[in-house]
């Protein structure tokens, strides 16, 4: 069965570092590969995805992944954090055959001044 | 587009009571999802519907809970009778499959039982 893990529950980093957020997915066939951000007390909303177009993948906010079939990783980068980007995000994949999306566990980003 | 719209945003019930929560999908959108979250277990799928059609609801934790989707733009999940386990904040998403995947959440239902 599919799974997800994201390395980290949280991750520190100072205002105006590198942001890089850990996913790796267990699966044979490349699969769809999301990220999600989940502000406080707001819903999910998606960040970026890889449907087997590009496999470097630019989203909202500056942020960017890179699909690596070798090493089944999906990690989320930005070049540089803002304290608004403090939330919470969500790796997710689906098989192709499939809609249904199989979550990680969540990594808190906290941003310090 | 409103996006997905749930209501109530905040609902605080006592124990044994029934609580509806309901979802209204973005139009077009044939995927239906009901999502529970808490600290404890974090995000947990409850429920989805394909054409208003009931697909998998082995998330659904007890019988007490129960979900209808009566036409494409109406979704309801119900718990009866509620406990204070029940306490977590209820997601609904909805998906176009031929959209290129990825899900729209709505903002959520906080629901307290006390």
């Known amino acids: 069965a599919q799974s997800v893990t994201q390395l980290g529950s949280h991750v520190s980093v100072s205002e105006g570092a590198l942001v890089l957020l850990r996913c790796n997915y267990s699966?044979?066939?490349?699969?769809?590969l999301f990220w999600y951000v989940q502000y406080p007390n707001q819903g999910l909303q998606l960040l970026l995805k890889y449907t087997s177009a590009a496999t470097l993948v630019k989203g909202i906010n500056g942020f960017e992944a890179e699909f690596k079939k070798s090493e089944t990783s999906f990690h989320l980068t930005k070049p540089s954090a803002h304290m608004s980007d403090a939330a919470e995000y969500f790796c997710?994949?689906?098989?192709?055959?499939?809609?249904?999306?199989?979550w990680g566990a969540g990594t808190k980003l906290i941003i310090k001044p | 587009d409103a996006g997905v719209i749930q209501s109530p945003r905040h609902e605080v019930t006592e124990m044994g009571q029934e609580v509806t929560l309901r979802c209204k999908p973005i139009?077009?959108?044939?995927?239906l999802f009901w999502y529970r979250q808490t600290m404890m277990r974090g995000l947990e799928l409850l429920i989805y519907?394909?054409?208003?059609?009931?697909?998998?609801d082995s998330g659904m934790p007890e019988d007490r809970f129960s979900a209808k989707m009566p036409n494409a733009s109406f979704s309801t999940l119900k718990i009866q009778p509620s406990e204070p386990r029940d306490s977590a904040v209820y997601f609904c998403?909805?998906?176009?499959?031929?959209?290129?995947?990825?899900?729209?959440f709505g903002s959520g239902t906080r629901l307290t039982v006390v």
């Open positions: 139009s077009g959108h044939d995927y």
């Open positions: 998403a909805s998906g176009d499959r031929r959209a290129n995947y990825g899900y729209t």
């Open positions: 997710a994949v689906s098989e192709r055959s499939n809609y249904q999306l199989i």
């Open positions: 519907f394909n054409n208003n059609v009931p697909i998998d």
């Open positions: 699966s044979s066939v490349p699969p769809y």
